[in-house]
């Protein structure tokens, strides 16, 4: 339960009563817009920033379509929404299921809740910026890695009513209303909702499985009001739904695995589901006083996975062999889990961008998850593995609650030394609690009772921040920046306390904070006659106590700690205006990530021994592709007619099991254009995504034998109509 509600409101509500010069205030309608951007006001001619036409045109739909539009930025998408997805940017990123994320994500000032609960749908969007390196000093959410941006449409003073409908190959079907405009002079309001269907294209070759389909509603629904003070209020909410068929997730040819049958197909006995539902709600409120500008948020997210249901049976390649000699044995895996985020925060600035501004701000959060997760795996009934006609199936049942407690503080300062000179200080402090209840059942004969466990902990850290940037002339700038930061430590739910595995170092049911300090040097450039800019920026980070995922060779998944890992890379950013109606962006990102210092033993099922310890000194950093690309071509041939043609691509990704071994997900590239039509409200869009038709996984699962990958979207073609009036 929230320990601390609504407190900021009522906080910033005593500073907003203060007497303001800004009773004149012009009855404009507000604008959401997202303070602390690394360079104030978000400038569209930067070549990190997405605009609205950008993202439309380029088809991207999701936060995982974003992989490879900022340098080193990459989402690892576990094919079920954003439930286990890994962020990562620069080498720095979250774990799949426990831990505090790296790099955070703001639609208009509102934070979201973990990485899991990230709304995956993107609609309505006026641009994205991706801000790399520590970036707690300038958000009230902790942000080690740094934050995606988004900015979504407001409303003007016009109403404005939007449809549209698009259809694909794989019976890909989008159909959207949108709405906004004024409620009265001071007053505006906005509406979107969202229908999605698919019949997916990871077909099930088994007559009593099912499809990897998709259906969704998503919507959003705001208001906003700005008094004869200036008081700006904002209130709104969103929500999702998804009914999600089968995972994408396939056996790969090279795994050894005997029920392959294809790269896109599947084999599954089962109806696999996946139900996930996810709303939030916000308030704001902003207001421009003599002291300076004030702003309070409270947003609260709920997301619900009811359930997930996987079949293990034929993507793990031990389980498919053994399923050939005994059919009638399965391995399933259910979860069910709710999240909860609130979170509140006031921050105050003040200053002049250009000379000396400030900004000081204050949050709150709290964080409850509760969750049961089963697995059904077929176990030797009489101990005797190599008895494969006394195998049979059991349960392992394991409840888990986590709850979590944040408090922070962030500050910043900023001012000019001399004419072309300019320096950024700040200071953060993060005050987390967390709690774990968990139990478990198994139906084994042979393993014993699992002790409950009921573990507390608190964590206190600073981050700090600094860069200097000096402009060599009206086209040239440098810079440096240099940080510490930190992630919490925490709990991991699927290790049973009294575990013998702990002992003897193969597995751990607490991990450490992950400390990593992050240095970049920069130089920034524009043409005088803005046609042509960009930047090119080297970055090396040092961190302690790295955090990742790794099984343990039994039925334990933990957060492990590398104890030491270097990070280092290139990064380009490119624009070009060869003439006034064509663009040209270019987003180049090379990373080099290393574990330079851990080793771990891991269990082995088949004799019940530990082997090793494994080394995984020289290892790349799991889930941090080595390079990414984004080529970008728009043009406007004439008055009516555009056409787009973008590039990507994902270097090679490393994943490691608990040995210490590397598989390796290819580097992929995808090709998508279009070509459209604009007249008087009207908007017609021929579109094809991953024209090469190229094969390619978006995950690996090194925790199943065989590594089984989540396949990506093969070629798609469609068509999209619209009309605003």
């Given at each position: 339960m929230i320990k601390y509600p609504l407190s900021l409101i009522l906080l910033a509500g005593t500073l907003l009563a203060q007497e303001s010069d800004s009773n004149d205030a012009k009855a404009t309608l507000p604008e959401l817009a997202v303070q602390g951007s690394s360079k104030g006001e978000i400038d569209l001619s930067r070549a990190s920033i997405l605009s609205g036409d950008t993202i439309e045109s380029s088809k991207i739909a999701s936060i995982s379509d974003l992989s490879g539009s900022s340098p080193n930025f990459y989402v690892n998408s576990n094919g079920q929404q954003s439930y286990g997805d890994v962020i990562t940017l620069r080498g720095i990123g979250n774990t799949q299921l426990f831990g505090d994320p790296a790099v955070n994500l703001y639609v208009d000032g509102i934070p979201a809740g973990s990485t899991s609960t990230y709304s995956s749908t993107l609609f309505e969007v006026e641009s994205v910026e991706i801000l790399s390196g520590s970036q707690g000093h300038r958000f009230g959410k902790n942000s080690p890695g740094g934050v995606i941006n988004i900015k979504t449409r407001r409303?003007?003073?016009?109403?404005?009513?939007?449809?549209?409908?698009?259809?694909?190959?794989?019976?890909?079907?989008?159909?959207?209303?949108?709405?906004?405009?004024?409620?009265?002079?001071?007053?505006?309001?906005?509406?979107?909702?969202?229908?999605?269907?698919?019949?997916?294209?990871?077909?099930?070759?088994?007559?009593?499985?099912?499809?990897?389909?998709?259906?969704?509603?998503?919507?959003?629904?705001?208001?906003?009001?700005?008094?004869?003070?200036?008081?700006?209020?904002?209130?709104?909410?969103?929500?999702?739904?998804?009914?999600?068929?089968?995972?994408?997730?396939?056996?790969?040819?090279?795994?050894?695995?005997?029920?392959?049958?294809?790269?896109?197909?599947?084999?599954?006995?089962?109806?696999?589901?996946?139900?996930?539902?996810?709303?939030?709600?916000?308030?704001?409120?902003?207001?421009?006083?003599?002291?300076?500008?004030?702003?309070?948020?409270?947003?609260?997210?709920?997301?619900?996975?009811?359930?997930?249901?996987?079949?293990?049976?034929?993507?793990?390649?031990?389980?498919?062999?053994?399923?050939?000699?005994?059919?009638?044995?399965?391995?399933?895996?259910?979860?069910?889990?709710?999240?909860?985020?609130?979170?509140?925060?006031?921050?105050?600035?003040?200053?002049?961008?250009?000379?000396?501004?400030?900004?000081?701000?204050?949050?709150?959060?709290?964080?409850?998850?509760?969750?049961?997760?089963?697995?059904?795996?077929?176990?030797?009934?009489?101990?005797?593995?190599?008895?494969?006609?006394?195998?049979?199936?059991?349960?392992?049942?394991?409840?888990?609650?986590?709850?979590?407690?944040?408090?922070?503080?962030?500050?910043?300062?900023?001012?000019?030394?001399?004419?072309?000179?300019?320096?950024?200080?700040?200071?953060?402090?993060?005050?987390?609690?967390?709690?774990?209840?968990?139990?478990?059942?198994?139906?084994?004969?042979?393993?014993?009772?699992?002790?409950?466990?009921?573990?507390?902990?608190?964590?206190?850290?600073?981050?700090?921040?600094?860069?200097?940037?000096?402009?060599?002339?009206?086209?040239?700038?440098f810079s440096f920046n240099s940080s510490l930061s930190q992630k919490p430590g925490g709990y991991s739910a699927y290790v049973d306390g009294n575990s013998g595995l702990i002992a003897l170092g193969i597995v751990n049911l607490e991990f450490e904070e992950e400390k990593n300090w992050a240095n970049e040097l920069k130089v920034d450039f524009l043409r005088k006659e803005k046609d042509m800019g960009g930047s090119l920026a080297v970055f090396w980070n040092d961190v302690e106590n790295y955090q990742f995922e790794k099984p343990s060779g039994s039925f334990d998944y933990f957060v492990a700690n590398a104890e030491e890992v270097e990070i280092y890379g290139l990064e380009v950013e490119l624009f070009v205006r060869p003439i006034e109606s064509s663009t040209f962006n270019l987003s180049l990102g090379i990373n080099e990530s290393e574990i330079k210092k851990h080793s771990a033993a891991s269990f082995d099922a088949t004799t019940q021994f530990p082997i090793g310890p494994h080394n995984f000194a020289g290892k790349k950093v799991p889930f941090v592709p080595e390079s990414t690309l984004g080529i970008n071509y728009r043009q406007q041939i004439n008055e009516f007619f555009y056409t787009n043609l973008g590039l990507k691509n994902i270097g090679k990704t490393s994943y490691l099991d608990q040995t210490a071994s590397e598989t390796i997900n290819d580097s992929y590239t995808l090709l998508n254009a279009n070509i459209g039509y604009a007249n008087n409200g009207w908007e017609v869009n021929l579109f094809g995504t991953n024209l090469t038709d190229e094969e390619y996984y978006t995950s690996l699962v090194s925790s199943l034998t065989g590594s089984p990958g989540i396949v990506g979207s093969p070629r798609v073609i469609g068509l999209s109509v619209s009309r605003e009036f």
């Open positions: 409303p003007d003073k016009n109403h404005r009513s939007k449809l549209y409908a698009s259809y694909g190959t794989f019976n890909t079907q989008n159909y959207r209303v949108l709405a906004d405009g004024p409620t009265g002079e001071n007053s505006s309001y906005y509406f979107g909702i969202n229908r999605s269907i698919t019949d997916g294209f990871a077909d099930n070759t088994n007559p009593l499985g099912n499809d990897a389909t998709s259906k969704s509603w998503n919507g959003r629904l705001g208001f906003n009001w700005v008094t004869k003070d200036g008081l700006e209020i904002g209130l709104g909410g969103t929500w999702e739904d998804f009914d999600l068929g089968a995972q994408p997730i396939v056996p790969r040819s090279t795994a050894g695995n005997s029920k392959y049958n294809g790269f896109y197909n599947r084999n599954s006995s089962i109806k696999e589901i996946g139900e996930i539902s996810n709303n939030s709600q916000y308030i704001s409120i902003k207001m421009d006083t003599d002291f300076g500008k004030i702003k309070s948020t409270t947003s609260r997210n709920f997301w619900q996975l009811d359930p997930s249901l996987l079949d293990l049976t034929f993507v793990d390649s031990q389980l498919a062999g053994l399923s050939q000699f005994r059919p009638d044995l399965d391995s399933t895996s259910k979860i069910f889990e709710e999240r909860e985020n609130i979170w509140e925060e006031l921050q105050i600035s003040g200053g002049d961008i250009e000379e000396f501004s400030w900004l000081f701000g204050i949050s709150l959060g709290q964080e409850d998850v509760t969750g049961v997760a089963t697995r059904v795996v077929p176990m030797p009934s009489d101990g005797n593995s190599s008895n494969i006609a006394g195998y049979a199936n059991y349960n392992s049942t394991t409840s888990y609650s986590f709850d979590n407690e944040k408090f922070a503080l962030h500050a910043k300062i900023s001012d000019s030394i001399g004419a072309n000179s300019n320096y950024e200080l700040g200071l953060r402090f993060d005050h987390e609690k967390k709690k774990m209840q968990r139990s478990k059942i198994n139906t084994y004969p042979f393993l014993p009772t699992v002790t409950p466990s009921n573990l507390e902990n608190s964590f206190d850290w600073f981050t700090s921040y600094a860069n200097f940037s000096h402009k060599l002339n009206e086209q040239i700038r």
